[in-house]
């Protein structure tokens, strides 16, 4: 099986987040691979140990995303793209589905894996734009594939509710946590991640022009939620403290 | 500002979410002077349709087909773009749900539009809806605008107040007769797990526990308080990972981000991820015996102490005031 996966470069979900000139900060930031995107690349990799074939891990972004990307190759990935997108004005989820078609429009696709949202952003489009454009089936959110054939079996999380669906290659899937549990790169993993391919892309390498990527949505500004004020520690006996949370919320707050 | 906002309902086990009308409240604010096209797609729902005028729709729209049945984005998305080409809107708005965010992309897609997700509020710059949105789980806020083109929306759940319903408002429902090729997608089977009838994204109360609970039976203690106060369980993923509950129940920057009215968090020591996803709660209750755990830094009321022994003296307590 041909299988690719979209993936992103993430800040760690560890990271504070602080602002510089109206700008999110990346001064001393860790980053990492998107945590969904960990599912999918696991998940490529289990089913192209069971049925062959190879997998390709993609990525829009800077040339910083390259050890995003060699890390998912020290997971097992055979091959990697990094397509640049650095000039890309006010780049959004569209420009992201308009990168990743012009890589796909001469490329043998038999699965698309990605994460179903992105920490970051947090918009969960890139996916279903992608199948849209590139007029793939889709399923978001799975948390089971098996692959008989041509035929591939899908659980799907539905807001807690499980989906069983069916349908045939070539599809589009978004991994949910509860897929698979990502493995770690391992030594030899790492060492062998070096000598693998990655290639560099740029839009002119996909016929495309900065100004048909573009995004659609432009940011106004961006904040920090304002600190919250430290709040009542309740005294006394347990039963008091009860009595009291009770009132509170009853009286003061008036969520009950 | 626009003249005309398509607002796509969406309907769980036969009845509106809630979400749909408050969608329709962000439209008003859209198009305050404008049409406002309440659009349902489904099988055998045409008879609910005409509640989209209670909460403000001046018109509703109906695609009802035997292949909306269920959710496929194939299927949905050719119905929606039949009612998106014959009404021609400025803007299309939607819940984020999982049916939204899933429909609403490929509508963009199709349209060549960009799409502002998971928007929380809602400001006007002139004529352009400027929407607010959290990103990185809540630990900032972006304020986003559509370039040009129709302006695609998905509004989180209990964010935007709906309007209050009026059941003396009517209107007839328009049949809109669609053509739907045959679906890849198969749909074998659906299972609904979702214990209290409440969904998390939508709760108003939520009560969550994490590893203090220390066992799978002990994290059932959680479903009748959130019973009791018509909430939803929701866990840290501390409390998944010890496998006390599914991971449909993690709330955080990996797993869901709510805005309940009420969220309780009971044994869970507020780690930065966790806080990310409940931190925008508008009041917090904090139960843990650790002083120092990180929770009580944001929670509105605390209390410090063994939950084992707070919790059911909590739910008794609780039941005397709530009806």
Redesign the interface.
């Known amino acids: 099986m041909n299988i690719y996966v979209i993936m992103k470069r993430t ?1 760690d ?2 990271e ?2 602080q ?1 510089e000139n109206g700008q ?1 900060s990346e001064d001393g930031a860790e980053f990492i691979i998107n ?2 995107d960990e599912y999918a690349i696991e998940e490529a990799i289990q089913l192209r140990d069971e049925h062959g074939g190879e997998v390709t891990l993609v990525t829009v972004g800077d040339e910083e995303a390259e050890k995003q990307l060699r890390t998912g190759l020290a997971m097992g990935g055979d091959k990697a793209v990094l397509i640049e997108d650095e000039d890309v004005e ?1 780049g ?3 420009s992201t ?1 308009r990168i990743l078609a012009g890589y796909f429009a001469d490329k043998e696709v038999d699965m698309i894996l990605g994460g179903n949202v992105a ?7 890139v ?7 590139l007029g793939m ?5 799975v ?1 089971s594939v098996s692959v008989d054939g041509t035929t591939v079996s899908i659980e799907k ?12 290659l070539p599809v589009l899937l978004t991994a ?3 897929l698979n549990e990502p493995r770690y790169p391992s030594l030899p993993g790492i060492m062998k991640a070096k000598k693998k391919p990655l290639e560099e892309l740029d839009l002119d390498d996909l016929d495309l022009d900065e100004d048909d990527v573009g ?11 304002p600190p ?1 004020a ?5 005294e006394g006996e ?2 008091e ?3 009291e ?2 009132s ?3 009286n003061e ?1 008036k ?2 | 500002m626009a003249n005309k906002v398509v607002v796509i309902g969406e309907m769980r086990d036969g009845e509106f979410r809630n979400v749909s009308f408050e969608a329709i409240a962000a439209a008003k604010q859209i198009a305050p002077d404008g049409e406002i096209v309440g659009a349902l797609l489904g099988s055998g729902v045409k008879d609910r349709a005409d509640q989209l005028f209670h909460y403000g729709a001046s018109r509703v729209v109906v695609v009802d087909h035997d292949k909306l049945k269920n959710y496929t984005p194939e299927g949905y998305t050719q119905a929606a773009m039949a009612l998106v080409d014959q009404e021609e809107p400025d803007a299309v708005i939607m819940g984020h749900t999982s049916l939204g965010r899933d429909l609403s992309a490929k509508l963009a897609a199709r349209m060549e539009a960009g799409l502002v997700s998971d928007a929380v509020g809602i400001e006007m710059d002139g004529e352009d809806p400027v929407f607010t949105r959290p990103i990185y789980s809540g630990k900032a806020f972006e304020k986003v605008k559509s370039k040009d083109g129709v302006v695609f929306a998905t509004i989180r759940p209990n964010n935007i107040p709906a309007q209050e319903a009026d059941t003396s408002k009517s209107g007839s429902v328009e049949t809109v007769d669609v053509a739907i090729a045959d679906l890849q997608t198969i749909i074998k089977d659906v299972v609904k797990n979702t214990a209290t009838g409440v969904d998390l994204s939508e709760a108003s109360v939520i009560v969550a526990g994490g590893r203090g609970l220390k066992s799978e039976e002990n994290f059932k203690m959680l479903d009748e308080l959130a019973d009791l106060l018509g909430g939803a369980v929701g866990a840290s993923r501390g409390a998944c990972d010890a496998e006390y509950c599914d991971y449909a129940l993690q709330i955080g920057q990996t797993g869901k981000v709510v805005t309940p009215d009420l969220y309780i968090a009971v044994g869970l020591s507020g780690a930065i991820q966790h806080v990310a996803g409940m931190s925008n709660s508008k009041v917090i209750v904090a139960l843990n015996k650790d002083p120092e755990a990180e929770i009580f830094q944001m929670a509105d009321y605390g209390i410090v102490g063994d939950l084992f022994d707070t919790l059911p003296k909590l739910i008794e307590e609780f039941k005397k005031v709530v009806v």
């Open positions: 800040f979900t560890e504070k987040i602002l999110i945590p969904y006010d959004d989820t569209y589905e920490v970051d952003g947090g918009s969960g489009q996916g279903p734009r992608l199948a849209e454009r089936v889709h399923v978001t959110s948390v999380d539905v807001e807690g509710d499980q989906e069983f669906i069916e349908l045939q949910q946590q509860g995004g659609k949505t432009e940011r106004v500004e961006i904040y920090l939620p919250k430290a709040g009542k520690i309740l347990v039963d403290q009860v009595t949370l009770v509170l919320l009853k707050a969520v009950i």
